[in-house]
């Protein structure tokens, strides 16, 4: 696997987290567009962000080995990062909504 390969595992992993928030709550749901776009972004930035702990893509291939432990961890990140790039992005709605109805 190389990094690009593991990089777009993570995104998809941010989307499938978004998604599946907005199917299980929908009052956080912005349809499948919106969850795919939120999923996106928020797992590129919870791996940019925390990849720099080692777990990022450069990590997990180093030295021409492979490290599952820091790929599942890697996994694990996108996914909650996409769940919480939706959570963000519907807490940001809520405030813009709530002040243009003042």
Sequence with gaps: MTETLISLISILLGIIGAILMGFTFKKYS???VGNT???VFGSIFFIKFFGRLGFSPTFIVENSTFNV???ILNCIVSFF???LGLLLIKIIDFKMNKKAAN
């Design 30 to 32: 912005f349809g499948l």
């Design 81 to 83: 990062g996409g769940v």
């Design 69 to 71: 432990s820091l790929l």
């Design 37 to 39: 776009i939120s999923g």
